[in-house]
């Protein structure tokens, strides 16, 4: 149940290997840019790129992405987990991943979903993957950005929050966070190109509310759509598996999101 239908390589390296056992295996070193595509049982409605989070220092394959995936395929949507490469990680021909070059992997990503059947495509992005969905929903049009609990903005050097908090190791990754800061308007780049659904945890010490409202606040003031839900009990990384709180309603909340995106005339490619 948890293999994927296809794997897809967008670039050429060594394939990636998973650390750990099912339902908690993740990816420390990503050597080439691969898609782990998981196909809805009928006809898909959608398609949409799943990230894990991690930090960008690691991938959380099974929590945030395969669980993820596999709940996009009870909804009827075909789900592709990216396994992207990680700023600053050893790119094993001596130097280091260049700083966007998570990004550089989702372009990648859109490029072949490009050569499909057309179909609305949805980003779907859990902590630090909720960022990268925020900066691939930022390229070009597309149904929707599903964002959990994800250091969208807050982690940019000029918007930190605690204020003064030091720059994130190594280097490469704190300057993806300052090139991409989603939702802040004064900052010349990170407002999505279509509607963002928003889920978060009120006292998240790790990936503080501000994340969110900075985003909020700009919607409010460009027109752009976003919902937000925020948890009073939910804890940081509680994805599809903490029941604990009102928080287990999010799939369901998101459910309805998506579905009523889906149904939209302008949902788009």
């Not at 295996?25 to 898609?35: A, D, F, M, Q, Y």
């Not at 179909?119 to 969905?133: E, M, T, Y």
């Not at 989603?182 to 999505?192: K, Q, T, Y």
């Not at 839900?229 to 804890?235: E, K, M, R, W």
Request: charged share 15%.
């Amino acid at each position: 149940m948890n293999a994927p239908s296809q794997l897809i390589p967008l670039a050429d390296g060594e394939p990636n290997r998973l650390e750990g056992n099912w339902p908690d295996r993740v990816c420390k070193r990503i050597s080439r840019p691969e898609l782990h595509a998981y196909l809805a049982p009928g006809p898909a409605r959608a398609r949409a790129i799943v990230y894990a989070g991690g930090g960008y220092l690691q991938l959380m394959h099974d929590k945030e992405g395969v669980e993820i995936a596999l709940w996009l395929n009870r909804l009827g949507i075909d789900a592709y987990v990216l396994l992207h490469r990680l700023p600053g990680q050893d790119d094993g021909r001596g130097g280091v991943w260049p700083h966007d070059i998570a990004l550089q992997d989702g372009l990648l990503v859109l490029a072949h979903l490009a050569a499909l059947p057309p179909l609305p495509l949805l980003h779907v992005g859990l902590s630090s993957g909720g960022h990268l969905a925020g900066v691939m929903a930022c390229q070009a049009p597309c149904a929707g950005a599903l964002i959990a609990y994800a250091p969208i903005n807050a982690n940019h050097r000029n918007h930190k929050v605690p204020a003064g908090k030091p720059d994130y190791p190594p280097p490469e990754k704190q300057a993806f966070y300052d090139q991409w800061p989603i939702g802040i308007a004064s900052e010349p780049r990170g407002l999505p190109r279509c509607p963002v659904f928003l889920v978060y945890a009120l006292h998240d010490t790790i990936v503080p509310i501000d994340h969110a409202l900075n985003l909020i606040k700009s919607a409010q003031q460009l027109g752009l759509a976003v919902e937000a839900h925020v948890f009073p009990d939910a804890p940081h990384g509680f994805a599809l598996r903490d029941q604990g709180g009102t928080h287990a309603q999010w799939p369901q909340l998101a459910a309805h999101w998506i579905a009523t995106r889906l149904d939209s005339p302008q949902s788009g490619p």
